[in-house]
């Protein structure tokens, strides 16, 4: 079982990107909670933050 932690995955884009794409599980049953939305901000505007598990 695999845990991780996304931050700064930006609002408002279709293409994901570079963080996204190479931390996101490509593969495998995937269950994803929004924790938080706005909480981080950073250049390219509000960010959600991603707490997921991979079974």
């Known amino acids: 079982m695999l845990n991780w932690l996304l931050f700064g995955v930006p609002l408002?884009?279709?293409?994901a990107g570079p963080s996204f794409?190479?931390?996101?599980?490509?593969?495998?049953k995937v269950s994803f909670q929004v924790y938080a939305v706005g909480a981080f901000?950073?250049?390219?505007?509000?960010?959600?933050?991603?707490?997921?598990?991979?079974?």
């Open 21 to 28: 794409a190479d931390e996101w599980p490509p593969q495998g």
């Open 41 to 55: 901000y950073n250049p390219s505007g509000p960010s959600v933050v991603i707490m997921g598990q991979q079974s």
């Open 12 to 15: 408002g884009h279709n293409r």
